[in-house]
C-alpha cells in the first residue's frame, strides 16, 4: 500500500538554525508532492506543491522543499526559522490515477525556542 | 473567495447519542475528504468521495460512522451510538480535478469540527 513516512515526529530548534523536515514515500510512479502546515489554532493550510518541472520548488514564508524522484523524498527546508514557525508540518502525496487520493504524514511538530 | 465551511464549529454530545457534522466544500470541487484529527495525533483519514460517489470509505473506524454526499456538493458525516473515543477534530477537505491531466490537486481544508462526547 502507498505510504508517506515523516521520521521526525518532534524537531526542536533555536530561532536563526536551519531547517530540514523529512519525507518519504512508498509509490514509484508519477507523485504530486504537498507540504502543509497548522499553525496553533488555525487550521491546515498548504505551504507547497510540486507538479513537475524544476524539482526545487520554493513556498510561502521562505520555505522549499526538494523532489529527490531517486530517493522517493520530498524534504522541507528553510535556512533560517523564526519563532513563528513553530506549528505541525504535514508531508502528503497524490499518485497519478483517475480515482486516487491524497495521502498524508504523520506529522512532524516543530517547536522554535526564542 | 468561499472557502471549505463546517458546521457545527463545536458540537458537545452525549455518550450513545447520534450526531451529524456537515461540510460545504468549496464550489466546484469534485473530491471531497474526511479526517479526523486526535489531541497530538496526525491526520486520520476516514472517506473520500469523487462527486457523490465514495470509491475509498476504508478509513471509517466502524460502522457507527457513515457519510454522503449529495448533488456533488454538501457532504455530511454521521456518527452513530458516540463514543467517547470519537472526541477529536473532524476535517473536511475538497480539491479540484486538472482538466487536462486528471490530476487531483491541492487540498482546500476547512476549519474542523470539535466533536466532544461526554
Known amino acids: 500500500a502507498q505510504s508517506v513516512s515523516q521520521h521526525n515526529h518532534h524537531v526542536i530548534l533555536s530561532e536563526a538554525a536551519s531547517l530540514e523536515l523529512g519525507c518519504n514515500y512508498s509509490y514509484g510512479g508519477t507523485v504530486n508532492l504537498f507540504w502543509y502546515v497548522q499553525y496553533p489554532g488555525q487550521h491546515l493550510q498548504l505551504l507547497l506543491k510540486?507538479?513537475?518541472?524544476?524539482?526545487l520548488v520554493k513556498g510561502i514564508k521562505g520555505f522549499e522543499a526538494e523532489f529527490i524522484k531517486s530517493k522517493f523524498s520530498f524534504n522541507l527546508r528553510k535556512p533560517s526559522v523564526q519563532w513563528s514557525d513553530t506549528a505541525e508540518y504535514f508531508c502528503a502525496v497524490n499518485r497519478y490515477s483517475s480515482a486516487s487520493k491524497i495521502i498524508f504524514g504523520s506529522g512532524t511538530r516543530l517547536s522554535i525556542r526564542p | 473567495g468561499a472557502g471549505v465551511s463546517q458546521s457545527p464549529s463545536n458540537k458537545v454530545t452525549e455518550k450513545g447519542k447520534d450526531v451529524e457534522l456537515r461540510c460545504d466544500p468549496i464550489?466546484?470541487?469534485?473530491?471531497l475528504y474526511w479526517y479526523r484529527q486526535s489531541l497530538g495525533q496526525g491526520l486520520e483519514f476516514l472517506i473520500y468521495f469523487q462527486g457523490n460517489s465514495a470509491p475509498d470509505k476504508s478509513g471509517l473506524p466502524s460502522d457507527r460512522f457513515s457519510a454522503e454526499r449529495t448533488g456533488g456538493s454538501v457532504s455530511t458525516l454521521t456518527i452513530q451510538r458516540t463514543q467517547q473515543e470519537d472526541s477529536a477534530v473532524y476535517l473536511c477537505?475538497?480539491?479540484?480535478?486538472?482538466?487536462?491531466?486528471?490530476?487531483?490537486?491541492?487540498?482546500?481544508f476547512g476549519p474542523g469540527t470539535r466533536l466532544t462526547v461526554t
Open positions: 477537505a475538497s480539491s479540484s480535478r486538472s482538466a487536462t491531466s486528471g490530476r487531483l490537486s491541492e487540498q482546500y
Open positions: 464550489s466546484g470541487h469534485t473530491a
Open positions: 510540486y507538479f513537475s518541472g524544476d524539482p
